[in-house]
Nanobody
Framework: QVQLVESGGGLVQAGGSLRLSCAAS????????IGWFRQAPGKEREFVAV????????YYANSVKGRFTISRDNAKNMVYLQMNSLKPEDTAVYYC???????????????????WGKGTLVTVSS
């Protein structure tokens, strides 16, 4: 079983940047694709980005493409989400997620995730 712990959330002004981190433990990290989802108040949890087990394949939601970058360090069991040009509509709790494949996470959404972190709050002020 994989445990995922997010960090790096906080309050930032519109146009600013944040880097989220996801630390994994308890399982074979390289066996999992890792994604980020977010959930804003009153809305459903939505896909943000995912990276394949090797790191060679990434997918992004259209709303963040060109602004967010996902990366992973398999030697450190870490995944990162660099968020630039942040907008108020990016405000949400961001969750790290592990699943079998990047394509299935991107296409299947939350139902394709095997393990979740507890989330980190990102607030973007206007």
């Amino acid at each position: 079983q994989v445990q995922l712990v997010e960090s790096g959330g906080g309050l930032v002004q519109a146009g600013g940047s944040l880097r989220l981190s996801c630390a994994a433990s308890g399982g074979t990290f390289i066996s999992y694709a890792i994604g980020w989802f977010r959930q804003a108040p009153g809305k459903e949890r939505e896909f943000v980005a995912v990276i394949s087990r090797s790191g060679s394949i990434t997918y992004y939601a259209n709303s963040v493409k060109g602004r967010f970058t996902i990366s992973r360090d398999n030697a450190k069991n870490m995944v990162y989400l660099q968020m630039n040009s942040l907008k108020p509509e990016d405000t949400a709790v961001y969750y790290c997620a592990a699943g079998k494949g990047a394509t299935s996470i991107q296409a299947g959404g939350p139902t394709s995730v095997d393990y979740w972190g507890k989330g980190t709050l990102v607030t973007v002020s206007s």
